[in-house]
Nanobody, 117 residues
Framework: QVQLVESGGGLVQPGGSLRLSCATS????????IHWVRQAPGKGLEWVAH????????QVADSVKGRFSISRDNAKNTRVLSMNSLKPEDTALYYC??????????WGQGTQVTVSS
């Protein structure tokens, strides 16, 4: 059974920072890209970032470029989304998802990020 577990969400003021983690098995991390996808209230899914299995290649969406980054923490078997200079429009439920041949085959339960003063 493949599981992805997100953590690290919360309430933060505009301009603040959060660090989201996606924990899963070593097997998944070694063989699959991991993506972060978000869904704002009343809106559709928006891809945010992804990282390759070896962590060499990362990419983030234009909407978060320069503020968000994705990295790996092998010691904890996690992939991390570091979010800085948060804006109210970053408020969303953030999911991590496993990439299987360019499709998301497993998702976590999501972690809520709320940016508000």
């Amino acid at each position: 059974q493949v599981q992805l577990v997100e953590s690290g969400g919360g309430l933060v003021q505009p301009g603040g920072s959060l660090r989201l983690s996606c924990a899963t098995s070593v097997c998944t991390l070694s063989n699959h890209r991991i993506h972060w996808v978000r869904q704002a209230p009343g809106k559709g899914l928006e891809w945010v970032a992804h990282i390759t299995e070896d962590g060499v290649y990362t990419q983030v969406a234009d909407s978060v470029k320069g503020r968000f980054s994705i990295s790996r923490d092998n010691a904890k078997n996690t992939r991390v989304l570091s979010m800085n200079s948060l804006k109210p429009e970053d408020t969303a439920l953030y999911y991590c998802a496993r990439d299987e041949k360019r499709a998301y085959d497993y998702w976590g339960q999501g972690t809520q990020v709320t940016v508000s003063s």
